[in-house]
C-alpha cells in the first residue's frame, strides 16, 4: 500500500497550487479519501475529504470556496486544488485514506 503527494512548493499570497495524491496496493475507489495539513508547531487538522465515488465533499471552514478536492478512480489519484493561498495555509499536506498516510508535500506560502 502506498499514497505519494505531489504538487507542493513555495508560491505567493494568492497563488494557487494544485496537489495530488496517487494510491496504489488496494481498491482506491471504494474509500473517503482525506487531506490534512500540519503546520510547524501546530496539530494535524482535515482539510477537506470526498466520499468514494466524489458525490460529497466537505471542507474546513478556513478553506471553503478557495479549495476543491477531488478524485479520478480510473487514475486512483486525488487532487487538492489550492486558490487564493494565504501566508497561514504553510504546513506539510498529508492524504489519508483508512490506516494509510503519505510521506506529506510541503507548501510555503510566503512572499
Known amino acids: 500500500v502506498q499514497l505519494v503527494e505531489s504538487g507542493g512548493g513555495l508560491v505567493q499570497p494568492g497563488g494557487s497550487l494544485r496537489l495530488s495524491c496517487a494510491a496504489s496496493g488496494f481498491s482506491f475507489s471504494r474509500y473517503v479519501v482525506y487531506w490534512y495539513r500540519q503546520a510547524p508547531g501546530k496539530e494535524r487538522e482535515l482539510v477537506a475529504d470526498?466520499?468514494?465515488?466524489?458525490?460529497?465533499?466537505n471542507y474546513a471552514d478556513s478553506v471553503k470556496g478557495r479549495f476543491t478536492i477531488s478524485r479520478d478512480n480510473a487514475a486512483n489519484t486525488v487532487y487538492l486544488q489550492m486558490n487564493s493561498l494565504k501566508p497561514e495555509d504553510t504546513a506539510v499536506y498529508y492524504c489519508h485514506v483508512r490506516t494509510y498516510w503519505g510521506q506529506g508535500t510541503q507548501v510555503t506560502v510566503s512572499s
Open positions: 470526498i466520499t468514494s465515488a466524489g458525490g460529497s465533499t
